[in-house]
């Protein structure tokens, strides 16, 4: 099983533990748009929200291997929004290191 298909199951499955065990403890997620930055010790209660609250559609990785994953997918959240999010993770010790997204706002639905 290729490391994108443990992260989407572990997603998929709402497994939280599962999901933390794919993290560098060196972890940074980067968003690209404001540039604030998140460490491994704020995983556990963001990633228990995104996965309770998010849905993960049209997912697709359109590239991998031990160094680099890239994904694609559309967001949709509990405040109703979406959007098309790129994902670029770069791997460590054959871990999640760090993240940087790119989001386009899609629509609100009613």
């Not at 760090?98 to 989001?103: C, H, I, L, P, S």
Request: hydrophobic share 35%.
């Amino acid at each position: 099983m290729s490391f994108y298909e443990k992260y989407q199951r572990a997603w998929d499955e709402q497994d939280i533990g599962a999901m933390l065990e794919l993290y560098h403890p060196d972890y940074k997620r980067i968003f690209h748009a404001t540039g604030k930055e998140q460490g491994f010790d704020e995983l556990e209660d963001i990633m228990t929200r995104w996965l309770m609250g998010t849905q993960r559609n049209q997912r697709r990785c359109l590239y991998e291997n031990s160094e680099i994953i890239v994904e694609h997918f559309i967001a949709e959240f509990q405040d109703n929004t979406t959007e098309a999010v790129l994902t670029v993770h770069l791997l460590k010790d054959g871990l999640l290191w760090r993240t940087e997204t790119g989001a386009t706002p899609l629509f609100t639905k009613a």
